[in-house]
């Protein structure tokens, strides 16, 4: 393969990974919080793009400039459903983890069709934003500009992440990760801990559908592809780690990338799942999991 | 519109509804991915049939076609037909349940279907059992009427007729302007589609002394085509035949233009492409892509009947009919034609009227030399036409007489 194309297949892999971390990201905050694996994180993903969507058709508003809204609004929505489900699941006395399993699974099955009753099964495009079908040509390895942004938005999004650790409300949230009882008698609202959390999760993965949108179609079942690599990728970087979730994407998307582009394109996925069973024979914990 | 709108789809209403209604309503399943990933042409396809069988059933001004007259099955007394919709989920083995479930539960004596192939091949494994017609409206895989099987039909083309045409439209097209294609690339998913699709290709290009520089077999619904677009970049192939569903088609135009790729020439196994979903999203990019049809929405001339039966479609889903759902329609139309003949709703008479089927060409709203089945249960009249996108829709560009436009071919 000439120089330029495997430049050009790593910068695809590269693009397409800060996306996949992003996605993780939310997943493994809450997984790392709380236990709880999120089986609608696709699905939330999904009504990110969705809103975009929405919003872009009333108003004809850059993807862009909806950020903001749409990563607030998911933030609301997944505090709204640590609250009403999630808080309540937590609760039962019976069999709690398979409870927590179906509620969340059920909850991806009722916002797809939700999704399809409200926009029909219809694939859609946000189309002729002020990035929307551009590249940068840089030397003959090109790269679009709609994921370039993209990836940036993650990079920042990574940082936002890193930073919100260090506040006070980080620590809490450390300190519950480590201990969820023991914080209680310290003082944490653990609750309201957890409802952050899952307006985080939530947020991170929303904000990583905005950008999405912006180069994706848009579809009831969009979420589930990149659900299925989020789950990769989270165990892959080590449940609970952000930087292992940042690292695992873009491994992820380059392991995809170089697979499809040095053996078969259908099989791209082996290589994804090899990598990650070689991980789970020799470490277990993922690569930057905590014991 | 809005009332008309509102009694078909009571009546869609009722149709789903177990209560049996007047005791002589003929029961035909319909199997179509009603959610998941192939919802949107299950959708259309189940507004076509709930068009087609208001056509059969109602009483309206003659549509000059096949059964058009309307006022319900003349032979049966002026019967019914009332079609049960089954979700398949784009899944073969829920489409073979709910196959099993419509002929066993719901008394279904005919089933239509059913979109993908790979659904098609299940649904008519279980119809082939139970002694009961199984049409395929759209599943276009040249290796299902190729099983042997008594109870299979088939109205529409399939791939290697589809694909036939193609390399006639590359010959007839490089003979007229002296740019003759000497290279493809194929792109197709990892289904029966796919596989079977690009088979007939990599055959008949190697018959037309046409060389296949890049083989591209894909995961169907990945989150990126990225690699795939640099592996067509680096072979550009006078002609890229892509087999693909709609999300995957779009997502393969934005790839390709990421990487500063604009090929040459486009030929699709219809499919993805052929939807407005797919026009939509990927808008500009969409210009110039071609693909074969068996529909020809512009040759109204030639078909009379697709006027009237394309102002209906549009009332009832707000969009012109395509590819899919004018064979849907027809198909329908078919069976329901089969029934009268027969008059009676006995599957075996039924399919003793498929085959001797006799419908010309001007009789459908396809651009058809019209309707007969073989021993094998397959249209032999069903002809292609070969389409481009221009001004964002698709217009008929081959066979030469019944083109509208001139084809824009730039290899």
Redesign the interface.
């Known amino acids: 393969m000439p120089v330029a194309?495997i430049l050009?297949?790593a910068a695809?892999?590269l693009?397409?990974g800060l996306?996949?971390a992003l996605v993780a990201a939310g997943l493994s905050l809450i997984f790392g919080l709380m236990d709880v694996v999120n089986f609608a994180h696709g699905e939330l993903m999904m009504l990110a793009m969705y809103a975009v969507f929405a919003i872009w058709q009333l108003t004809g508003a850059d993807p862009l400039l909806l950020l903001p809204v749409v990563a607030v609004l998911l933030f609301g929505l997944g505090m709204a459903i640590y609250r009403g489900l999630i808080a309540r699941a937590l609760s039962v006395q019976f069999n709690r983890g398979m409870v927590q399993i179906f509620v969340t699974f059920g909850l991806a099955i009722f916002i797809?069709?939700a999704a399809?009753f409200v926009w029909?099964?219809?694939?859609?495009?946000v189309?002729?934003h002020w990035l929307a079908?551009r590249?940068l040509?840089l030397g003959g390895v090109?790269l679009?500009l709609p994921?370039v942004a993209a990836s940036l938005v993650c990079l920042a999004a990574f940082a936002g992440l890193l930073m919100v650790s260090r506040t006070e409300f980080g620590k809490a949230l450390e300190a519950t990760r480590e201990d969820r009882d023991a914080v209680a008698l310290i003082g944490i609202d653990r609750d309201r801990i957890f409802a952050m959390g899952w307006g985080l999760g939530a947020g991170a993965v929303g904000i990583a559908g905005v950008m999405l949108a912006g180069?994706?179609?848009v579809?009831?079942?969009?979420g589930a592809?990149?659900a299925v690599?989020a789950y990769v990728t989270v165990a892959l970087g080590g449940f609970g780690s952000m930087l292992g979730a940042l690292v695992a994407g873009v491994l992820i998307?380059e392991v995809?990338?170089?697979t499809?582009?040095l053996w078969?394109?259908?099989?791209?996925?082996v290589g994804v799942f090899a990598v990650y069973l070689l991980v789970l024979t020799f470490r277990p914990r993922g690569l930057f999991g905590k014991m | 519109m809005k009332r008309r709108a509102l009694l078909l789809s009571a009546g869609a209403l009722a149709a789903t509804g177990r209560m049996a209604r007047a005791a002589e309503d003929v029961v035909i399943g319909v199997v179509y991915p009603?959610?998941?990933?192939?919802?949107?042409?299950?959708?259309d396809a189940k507004a076509a049939y709930e068009v087609a069988v208001d056509i059969v059933n109602g009483t309206h001004a003659p549509i000059p076609m096949l059964m058009g007259q309307g006022g319900g099955l003349a032979k049966l007394g002026g019967a019914k037909i009332k079609l049960v919709f089954a979700d398949s989920q784009n899944d073969p083995q829920k489409a073979r349940a709910e196959a099993e479930r419509l002929i066993t539960q719901e008394k279904a004596v005919a089933i239509l279907g059913s979109y993908t192939s790979a659904t098609g091949a299940t649904i008519s494994q279980v119809t082939e059992r139970y002694e009961v017609p199984y049409l395929a409206a759209d599943n276009s895989s040249p290796s299902l009427h190729q099983r042997g099987l008594k109870w299979f039909f088939r109205t529409s083309p399939h791939d290697e007729m589809f694909t036939q045409g193609m390399f006639d439209f590359f010959r007839d097209i490089g003979a007229k302007t002296g740019r003759k294609a000497k290279t493809v690339a194929l792109f197709y998913e990892?289904s029966i589609f796919g596989s079977d699709s690009s088979n007939v290709q990599r055959k008949l290009a190697q018959a037309a002394g046409m060389e296949v520089v890049a083989d591209?077999?894909?995961?169907a619904?990945?989150?990126?085509l990225?690699?795939?677009a640099?592996?067509l970049k680096?072979a550009n192939a006078d002609v890229i035949l892509p087999s693909s569903y709609?999300?995957d088609a779009?997502?393969i135009m934005?790839s390709m233009?990421?990487?500063?790729y604009k090929p040459k020439a486009m030929m699709a196994q219809a499919a993805g492409f052929q939807?407005s979903?797919?026009l939509?999203?990927?808008?500009?990019?969409a210009e110039g892509v071609m693909s074969r049809s068996s529909f020809a929405l512009d040759a109204t001339k030639s078909r009379p009947a697709i006027t009237p039966v394309n102002t209906l479609y549009k009332a009832h889903n707000n969009k012109d009919m395509n590819d899919n759902t004018s064979r849907e329609i027809t198909a329908l139309l078919t069976l329901a034609d089969a029934i009268n003949r027969a008059g009676s709703a006995k599957p075996e008479a039924i399919r003793q009227a498929l085959v001797a089927t006799d419908v010309p060409g001007d009789q459908t709203i396809m651009p058809w030399k019209g309707i007969k089945f073989d021993a094998s249960g397959q249209n032999t009249l069903g002809t292609p036409v070969m389409q481009q996108v221009s001004g964002g829709i698709y217009r008929t560009v081959w066979p030469f007489e019944l083109a509208v436009m001139e084809a824009n071919w730039l290899v």
């Not at chain 1, 029909?120 to 495009?125: I, L, V």
């Open positions: 194309e050009q297949v695809g892999g693009l397409m996306i996949y797809r069709g399809q029909g099964g219809e694939f859609r495009s189309t002729g079908d590249s040509n090109f679009p994921q180069f994706y179609y579809g009831p079942n969009v592809s990149f690599i998307g995809e990338a170089f499809a582009a078969e394109p259908s099989l791209k996925q | 009603l959610t998941g990933n192939g919802a949107a042409v299950g959708l990892d591209i077999k894909y995961r619904a990945s989150p990126s990225s690699t795939e640099q592996k680096s709609t999300s779009i997502l934005k233009n990421d990487i500063g939807e979903a797919f939509a999203g990927a808008g500009a990019l």
